[in-house]
């Protein structure tokens, strides 16, 4: 039915409803990072173009056939009846080549306006795809909820959640919500050997097993040796002086600004890392564990992009989060 291992039930609803004639105007895709809810959002975005032209889409599979001219159009940026809203590249001579805003403005937001107060070009539908809609500045996310609120005919939003609970309750409560979960380990390896087949079997295994269901997080950190770091903590974790030397080399390693991308992904790994540490603890073990699972995600939660820590000091304090938990025996 899909190209999108592990979501036929949800490509299944997707496929029901673009065939009704009331179709809700507003979707949550909601789930972790790269477990593939864009791409479903973006074939979806294809279908009901292609399908708001009267030309018939496949009935077996979310996504029209690649060579339609609706698809090519849309494939090369230049359909006139389909927006995608993502976080732009800044426009300073002073940050880092490819360095993105921190959010969505009310500007991308405001530039909807022709779109929607128009008539489509090439048939019944518009397509607006917000990727993601966490970064949505509040500004944006209030004009947003005003286009929501009053959709014009054949409108139809689609918006990409890494974490639904930050959006606007009165956007939630508009759109309907489309939950995606990580893949299972079948579906992983399946995943991982279509995008990477020229990869040993033994990394990709171990590249599914660190990912915790997400293709997409595998294939984005393949490069950055997440393994390393893994082990890392884990002597962090257990204190002493290795853990001393450990956080310096983590430091040193993730303070430039090559090292950018492991930042990031290092960010993102400890929240995880203390997490399966946290399973089968109980008691005073388990409440200490989870205040600094908390920590490790406040830490982390805009501390990127941009920088509100210097990279060494952001290490520093999530390493300390982890070197916590020696003390709690989890």
């Given at each position: 039915m899909t190209d999108w291992l592990g979501h036929d039930a949800q490509i299944a609803a997707l496929m029901e409803a673009s065939a009704t004639t009331r179709m809700h105007h507003g979707w949550i895709f909601a789930g972790p990072r790269g477990v593939?809810?864009?791409g479903v959002a973006l074939d979806f975005a294809k279908r009901l173009l292609v399908a708001g032209t009267g030309r018939t889409v496949p009935a077996d599979r979310l996504a029209p056939d690649e060579n339609d001219p609706i698809v090519r159009l849309l494939a090369g940026g230049a359909h006139p009846?389909?927006?995608?809203l993502e976080r732009l590249e800044k426009d300073?001579?002073?940050?880092?080549?490819?360095q993105l805003a921190r959010n969505?403005?009310?500007?991308?937001?405001?530039?909807?306006?022709r779109l929607l107060h128009s008539a489509p070009s090439m048939g019944s539908r518009r397509i607006i795809l917000i990727d993601s809609a966490d970064d949505l500045e509040t500004g944006a996310a209030n004009a947003l909820l005003k286009s929501l609120e009053e959709p014009p005919a054949g409108a139809v939003f689609l918006l990409i959640a890494h974490k639904p609970g930050k959006l606007l309750p009165t956007i939630r409560s508009r759109c309907r919500m489309m939950r995606f979960a990580p893949l299972d380990d079948e579906a992983m390896i399946q995943a991982l050997a279509g995008a990477l087949p020229d990869v040993p079997a033994s990394e990709r295994a171990a590249l599914a097993a660190s990912a915790e269901g997400s293709p997409g997080q595998a294939i984005a950190t393949r490069d950055l040796n997440l393994p390393a770091l893994e082990a890392a903590l884990g002597l962090i974790a257990q204190g002493g002086r290795e853990a001393s030397a450990e956080r310096a080399k983590l430091m040193s390693a993730l303070?430039?600004?090559?090292a950018r991308p492991r930042l990031e992904a290092f960010v993102d790994l400890v929240p995880r890392f203390i997490a399966r540490r946290l399973r089968g603890a109980?008691?005073?073990?388990?409440?200490?564990?989870i205040e600094a699972f908390e920590e490790a995600q406040r830490l982390?939660?805009?501390?990127v992009t941009p920088l509100q820590l210097e990279p060494g000091a952001l290490v520093y304090m999530l390493c300390g989060t982890v070197a916590g938990l020696g003390a709690t025996r989890v």
């Open positions: 593939g809810k864009a009846d389909f927006v995608r300073d001579r002073k940050s880092d080549t490819g969505i403005t009310v500007d991308q937001v405001r530039g909807l306006a303070s430039g600004v090559a109980q008691g005073a073990s388990l409440g200490q564990g982390g939660a805009g501390a």
